[in-house]
């Protein structure tokens, strides 16, 4: 079996990829190749995260509140600027109130922080891949990276929506995601040993922020490499057998039945839509091209591990 005839869409990994692939390999195959029967987000939802997650960066970047309303605004696109999500109380106005709602935070506990630089460019949405052995590749973004106007120590500050009227830490503390942030950071301050990770985290429903933080480690790094090479690894071992399992504990999660309930035991020649190299090529300008090799040298080279 060679790697290389392994469908290139799910050679793609990223974070969110990778927690599908844990909770339903069979999922995760035929959301990256098939067309789903249905959207698993509605739009309001979608574009309420992405003004939200704007409007953030904007205050954290100083400028004037018209300006800020202005690019939450250009941002929404949904035909119907009163489009909602009324259960969970999701609108353009309140992804306003919500981003208002940041500013005691800005002023508060991220007082003493100040946006941090990359190649001359605020560091928000930082885009990164990673070249991976036989054509995988590895692809995340950061939203936004802060400096510690004494120390300069470095915070990842991480925005989160939700429905939920409560939220854990539990859900973030011990998240993989944080730990690739490891990759970025230690581009912008190479010598630094321990970052910080905060998860901004909106509750929609009750209009609160609760803020989670942690301290991580560089070293933590090695772990992250090798259980992402673990998902390589178990990926060519689902197309040596040409079987990627279903796991039925899944099929039925946040109170939404799966979208592929009815007809993931169906033949997957079936449903597979076929693979458009010209269409589907990954045309992402990322702002940082790394290479495992590089990365694991980086890790060696560290005198803190």
């Known amino acids: 079996m060679h790697a290389q005839t392994i469908d290139p869409r799910l050679t793609r990994l990223s974070y969110s990829g990778r927690n599908l692939l844990h909770s339903c ?3 995760y195959q035929l959301t990256k190749i098939s067309k789903a029967p ?7 939802t979608l574009a309420f995260g992405t003004v939200v997650g704007l409007g953030i960066q904007c205050v954290l970047e100083d400028k004037q509140w018209t300006q800020v309303v202005f690019e939450m605004f250009m941002a929404w696109n949904l035909a119907d600027i009163y489009a909602e999500e009324e259960r969970l109380n999701k609108s353009f106005w309140t992804a306003i109130f919500a981003v208002q709602s940041f500013q005691s935070i800005r002023t508060g506990p991220l007082a003493d922080y ?15 891949r990673i070249s991976l052995p036989n054509e995988f ?7 936004v990276v802060l400096r510690h106007k004494i120390t300069g120590q470095l915070l990842v500050l991480e925005v989160k929506t939700t429905g ?25 301050a190479p010598n630094e040993s321990e970052y910080k990770v905060w998860y901004l985290v909106y509750m929609t429903t009750v209009q609160r922020f ?45 109170n939404r039945v799966c979208e592929f309930f009815t007809i993931c035991t169906m033949n997957t020649r079936t449903l597979a839509v076929a693979y458009n ?28 591990i």
Not at 38 to 44: F, G, I, K, L, T
Not at 114 to 128: G, H, I, N, R
């Open 210 to 254: 609760e803020l989670f933080p942690f301290e991580k480690h560089y070293s933590d790094r090695a772990f992250w490499i090798q259980e992402l090479m673990m998902d390589v690894q178990r990926l060519q071992y689902y197309e040596e057998q040409d079987r990627y399992p279903c796991y039925g504990e899944s099929c039925n999660s946040f």
């Open 164 to 188: 939920s009227k409560y939220v854990s830490e539990a859900s973030y503390k011990n998240s993989s995601q944080a730990l690739g942030y490891s990759l970025v950071l230690d581009s912008i």
């Open 38 to 44: 249905y959207e698993a987000e509605d739009n309001v």
């Open 25 to 27: 390999p069979r999922k």
């Open 137 to 143: 590749t590895y692809r995340g973004y950061v939203d």
């Open 114 to 128: 100040e946006l941090a630089y990359f190649k001359d460019k605020p560091a928000v949405e930082l885009s990164f």
């Open 277 to 304: 190299e010209k269409e589907m090529q990954d045309k992402g300008e990322y702002s940082l091209e790394l290479s495992l090799l590089d990365i694991i040298q980086s890790q060696l080279d560290r005198k803190d």
